[in-house]
């Protein structure tokens, strides 16, 4: 155990090497790896670039001894060793930082950083931890608040604090899952420029699982690709392009849809929001005072960086939050997110996290599929008895049209991926051919194909004359599909512009709050 | 009342005598519990726990004549179906409010069936401290007899928030409750945790139950406990897991509880039976006011099932 006061300061013994050779991995049925080897250079900043279930995240859960791989040898320094626990990867200076952060909110950031050492004096010396720790920070290039909850942090600031412990925790070779997802992009430049002067300095080795290629041309040296748990290539940066780069992870040019955008002068007001002010699940106000038009024929995107109040807003448009102060009109007329409205104004909701939000997730892809429209006619003729057989029909077309990849209408709704719950949810929202799409985050964790599919069924939606609201987290998103981008900073708006005319830099800007 | 010197002066200070004994097993149910919450588990087989204890303790007291024996050999059930919970709870698929409510009517259906030769025979009590003896007025002096076990209860709530702050132990059963990825993260075994934190919760619990029948109302019966382990459960959420808080909440529950009492003691028996629903009419005023369908509770333990 260690004495009470003699915690060594920080010190980096300098970048390691790290070699994976020949990893398999397998869960029942699906190879998630198949003879996957990687060489990751001392004080290398190297990619990991891959569509979701490429086998990225099983690759470094496999070296951080998360999983144990069925085969596969791990060499440090040239020097082979053995992970079988988190641990001993922690030993041996192997730490991770997550896309979803690891620090536990309801405590302080000293607290977080005091728990995760490997040896915790029996009694805490928190005047002493304090003035360790204070004491580090000055020789760091960012710092963050001590006394802080983690709660209370924001997005940039945790992924901060996330690469700071294992600064702290001396660890010399990072891995990073998509570390900058929840950034905005000057939080990520500042981030990654951090960390890219530590490699330089050869303090770091880093391996980032990442998805934007600007980050990757701006700052990784070398890119491993894998495409369905197999090793494509590694190669430096210098030798790709993005066309390559994406060619490498799809594995074949991407005949992607290019998204037809009728020109069309927006029409009259469907959705006006005024005021409104909505508490959040600790009672503090998520969304302050906003006033928002969106008109027939235009997606209105709200750019931002997640838990600036647009979940509090979307919960409010779909019913599931009540406002504080302030009002909704649909039509112009006034709206409480009931049902009876919401058939009558004809407003379709396609929410976050879909499986949780938007369904029942031990029901049937037919059941969850006629949520909308269960009491109406033809699945209820009188709005008391229900009729099985309608609804199987309709559901057996949604499914057909939206090419949702189920083993049938009465499989529960939990069995179907991420992408087919989504593709679910979006067939039986979009079917009522609606007169307001209320849309967030439609494409999070789907890969190239899904997303693009998704994305033209909300422009095909604009383009007969429905109103869109967009909230997404994803900028390009944002900037590809909508034809107003609003931005949401601490619950307020803090940009409009016309998407035609928007600077992407005066959009980053807003989103930092700046 | 012979000697009318105290009149209105009564209520209050039997209010006070009152919120001391009738706070003490709240005191150490509710902090039983608080431990039990914030290692992310809940126990709402605490009221099993404590009539489990209450019996065990009466038991014993009467076989070897030690009601201390007694209060050790009650914490040591408690620690037992605290134990047992834990276990239980740790099987996959089982959900720790129903295995709860299975080990409060277990715990106290098993006390009644073992209590029944306790049922007359009189068991030696605990004693109390005397505070009251610069006063010559009796109601004063037997108002300030303070048991032994409410200040046990006092000195185990601030020790109990010192740990939970300052201590590796006490770090380490938060992290267990706030975050099971972040403790698995650290190499810390969340089941061994909150085996250890639900034991003793539960052993709490029992020295709770024998506070019951070794000196308020001290004797054993099966009417001992009216729910108090159930509510102790209430004040644990309502105190927002802070091991202080549940202290003064017990306090107050405690004094709310002696209002019929103390208002009998001084000729208002109309509604006796009205004031005496006067902590539970407390318990769901509390509830409705704290909580929400749209606000998660702030301090709720982030594992915790029933608030997330």
Redesign the interface.
Known sequence: MTVIGAAPLPRHDGAPSLELVGFSKRFGALAALDDVSVKVNAGAFHALLGENGAGKSTLVKCAMGYYAADEGQILLNGREVAIT???QAHELGLGMVYQHF??????TVL?NF???R?H?????D?AGERRRLRDYFATTPFAVPLDTPVADLAAGQKQKAEILRQLYLKRNLLILDEPTSVLTPDEADEVLSTLKALTQARQLTIVTITHKFREVNAFCDTVTVLRRGQLVDTRPTRDLDNDTMAEMMVGRRENRVVVERETRAPGAAVLSIEGLSV?????QLAVEELSLEIRAGEIVGVAGVSGNGQRELVETLAGQ??AEAGRMLVHGEPYAATRAEMVRHKIACLPEEPLRNACVADMSVAENMALRAFDQPPASPDGVRLKRAPMRDTALRLIEAYRVKTPGPNAPIRALSGGNVQRAVLARELSSDGDLLIVANPCFGLDFAAAAEIRTRIVQARNRGAAILLVSEDLDEILQLSDRIVVMFDGKLALQADANRADVGAIGRAMAGH | MADGGLGIWGVPLAMLAGAIRVSTPFIFVSIGECLTERSGRINLGLEGTLVMGAMSAYGVALGTDSPWLGVLVAAGVGLLMGALHAGICQLPRVNDIATGIGLMLFGTGLAFFLGKPFIQPKAPNLGAIDLGWWSDIPQVRQALQVNYLFVLGIVLAFALAWALQNTRWGMIVRLAGESVDAALAIGVSVGRVRLIATSIGGAFAGIGGAFLSLYYPGSWNEGLSSGQGLMAVALVIFARWDPVRCLWASLLFGAAGAISPALQSIGVTQGYYLFSAAPYVLTLALMIATCSPERSLRGAPGELGAVK
Do not use: C, Q, Y
Request: charged residues 20%; negative net charge; hydrophobic residues 45%.
């Open positions: 626990h988190p641990r690891t620090l536990v909110p309801n405590m607290e005091v728990l995760s490997d915790l004096p029996a009694v805490i928190w508490a959040d699940h600790v009672g939050r009540h």
